[in-house]
Structure formats: C-alpha cells, structure tokens
C-alpha cells in the first residue's frame, strides 16, 4: 500500500472541525481523554509510531510467528520511508520487537526505485527467506523511471535483517496492455502453488480505471513470467484492489484483498489456487472500514487461522479530524464456517486475558422504557415516536478490558446497541448499533436526532438477523481502539477517541431489545 507516500501517507488529512462541546447531563461523562501510548494486546510500531500493512509470516523451520510491518516514518531522523521492522508472538496477544530493528530500509537515493518501501511478504525457500516487496519512488518522473515496481530482499532467518537483492530485475507492469504505466503497480504478494509446485505472485495494478490484481509465476524465486490478470473483481469495479492474499483453509482457496476507495476489505473463494474467484455464499466482508489492508495467517502444524490488520488513527488525535494512515494491530481468530465462507472472533488467548478479573458495571441513569425482570436481564422498549430507551453507566476506569452480553429483539424498526461518550441519555452519543432492517451492525457519530436510514456510517460490517433470536456479542477496549465481535462470525474495529473513559450505555430506538448476562472484566 503506497498511496500517498509522497505526502507521509496521511490520507485525506484535512483539518479537523472545530468540535462544538455539547450540554452535559449531571454526571455524564463525555469528554474525550487524552490519547494514551500503553497499547499491548492491539500494539503501536517500534518507537510507539503507527504500524501499516502487516505482513504476518509462519517460519516453517523454527516454528515462530513473525509480523513484518510497515512503520509510519517519512523522512524522519534517519531519512526513512516506510522501512520494513518486525513483531514476534507465540499467542497473538503478547508482541515483541525483533531485536534486529530496521529490517529493510529506504535508499536514500533521490532517483532510487525504492526510495520509498512499500508492502510485499516474506517467503523460505533451501533455507533462504526471500522478501518481496514495492519499490516506490514520488520523484519518479524527474528520474526517468517509473513509479513503482517490485523488488527483492532476502535473508538468512526470518528474524534477521534482509539484503537487497541489486542482480534482481525490478517488475514492472506490462507495457503497451492498457495498464496505468506510470503508477499503481504495488503489493507484490508470493505463494507457492500447491498444484503445480511453481510459485505464484500476485501483483495490484490499474487498467480501464479499474484495479486488478496481476499474475507471475516462477520456478525458482528468481525469475518471473507475466500470465495476465488474475482478477478484475468481477461484478464489482474496484479502485484499487491493495494488500492481495491468497491462502487456503481447509479445501476451499481465499482470495483477499482490501478496497482502497470504501477502504473495506473483501474476499473471494475458489477451489483451485489460482480460480476462478467467486463470491462466497453469504456476505464478502467480515469486517468494517476501520480495520484495513488485512492479511491471514495459518499456522500449518495446527490448522488455526488468524487476520489481521490495521486501525486506522485520526488527525490529531481527534473524532473529527481528516483519515490518518496506519495505527495500531488488531488480530482476530479466523475460522471457516459450515457453508465455506469466513468468520472471525476473539482470540481464545486475548479472551482468557481479559476474563481475570470482573469489573462493577454501575448504572448512572435509566429511561422509564428501559426494564429489569432480572438482576441478568435488561429489556428496553423504544415507543415508535419520542426518546430512545436507554441505560447509561459509570465510565469503566480501565485500559483495557472487555464487556460481553447476549442481545436479542422482537422487533426492530429502526435500531438498538450501545452508547459511548453519552452526554446524555437519548441524543448526544455515539452509536455501536444493530440495524436489522439493513441487516448490517454499524458504527455513527451522528447524534440520534439526526441519524436516519440513509446516514453514512464511520464504518458498519454486513450482519443477518433475525427476531427472537439471541446473539452474542463481545467489546474489546484498549485505549482508543474498540473492536465489536458478533456471534462468533463477524467483527467491527474502530478508532473511537471519545470511548475510554467516558459514560457507556445501551439504547434501543423504536425496537424492543433485551440485552442478557451484561458484564465487564479486565485483566
């Protein structure tokens, strides 16, 4: 991923609106706090910069996980851009920095393909740890060369640092076929194909102002032939298809790849390594726009899966500042479901972390329409006209911790969920919000007066529901990043400044909703 590199890569970074404090209700708390650096289980880049496009990696022969990543530099101190570093864990929930530091670094070189360093992935072959990754130079057009192209670097273990490999020819996109020559040639992602035993790279490219996703095969590593696209994605036209993966779980081949226009990642399924590339059954996207450029992880000694990617931060540390590239990790468990498609959810680890200790959730307000039959039950019946139901509670003095309940409800005209940062009980909150009639789960900072059918969200995940029936939810908080998980197949992560620290609650506007077992812990 390399769009604007030029400009630091801080995407769409206009000033922020001056924020209009809103009245506060007596003992709400709706202000957001500072933004914190003690990130763990959804970590921050060497340095606590942000992190970028993970490049997770299972090391066959010593059996260790690696994430390379992107750190968020550009022309820092040492004159860096995007170099590659890199994180080890044995449970995806605790990360440390590798101690060789700076993995593969930018050249300095003002007309050097690769003055800027852009994503790829890291490959073994006879004991030889091959990274391939996009050369991106800004000034490419005083140079006489192209923008981007793809380049390689390798190394004696997965943990050490890569040489350039200055022999390697760079590829570049195929003149003369309609592509964008000049630019959008980027994300080099390499497997070996289980068919024909070759290797397969998968490369992002532009023709007909449409992204694709181009297709080399070799033998050896080394040398590199052109097949033709690989995928157009089909019915849809895509920007730019950024981040492509290929991996396989079970008998079924995934395709992924995320959206650099909606900023959604999506994937396809196919039997063979190398498609043709379907639409799975059910939705094509387990996750919203907050969690980007997202890439698997297979563990091949016990068949476990893992995704991850990035949270994205916003300028200045503010709701209402401009799209900043880059920011913190997140990992969900990934899973295939009966049907072939995709599921995500929490990590078994991260979930025995954050169940140590319970946490006193306790009430601050409470509509008339919000009801208690039981000391583990809360019923809300939001009236078809006037304020939502609603309870809101003490805000959870906590760097991280996870709240869990069941939800279900008989009917739903509008929406229910939860609140954050309530300024009050019914209008000025955030929303983390079931919309069954869209059947969708959807994150919206519009105030609830305001918040209709056709609001555009901050980010939502498609999710079917169906009345009387109970689904599970679970909220993970560190900071600032918040990641919704439901029902065992889907998930939402969201960069909310206004959620640590804040008066939470739960809500249901024109919908009946019962939210069971409602409960907070921490490590």
Known sequence: LLTCLAAGCKKDATEPDNPVTPPVSSGLVCSPAAERSDYSIFPKGSEGVGIGDMMPYFDPATGNMYVYYLKDVWNDGTNQRHPWYGLQTSDLRQFTELPAGELLPSSSGACAQDRAIGTG?????????????????????NCGNRKEGVMLATAPAANQKFTKNASFPTIYVPTGQGFDENDNFRDPYVYQNEQTGAYDMLVSARRGNRGVLLRYT??????????????DGGSTSFVMLECAQVFKLGTKYYLLFSDISTRN???RVSDAPTGPWAEPAGQSRFEGAGFYAGKALVNPRTGEAYMMAWVNRWQNN?????????????????????NGDLGVSLLPSLKTY?????????????????ARPDSSTWVLAGPASGSPASVLFKPINQTRFKLSTTVSYTDATKDFGFALGACDATNQFYSLRFVPSQN??????TNRSSLNAGTSPVADVPFQMQANTPYTVDIVEENSVVVVYLNGVAAMSARIYKAPRTTWGIFADNSTATFKNLTVTRP
């Open 121 to 141: 992935n890291v490959i073994e072959r006879n004991g030889t740890y091959y990274a391939f990754y996009a050369g991106h130079n800004p000034s490419s057009g």
């Open 218 to 231: 070799s033998a050896d590593l080394l040398s590199w032939a052109y097949q033709g696209v690989a995928y």
């Open 265 to 267: 990642m999506y994937y």
């Open 318 to 338: 503010q709701d209402s500042g401009g799209w900043w590239w880059g920011g913190n990790l997140v990992t969900h468990k990934l899973s295939q479901l009966s």
């Open 354 to 370: 954050l169940e140590a200790q319970p946490e006193t959730v306790q009430q601050v307000r409470r509509t008339a329409t919000a």
């Open 440 to 445: 969708r789960f959807s994150f919206d900072r």
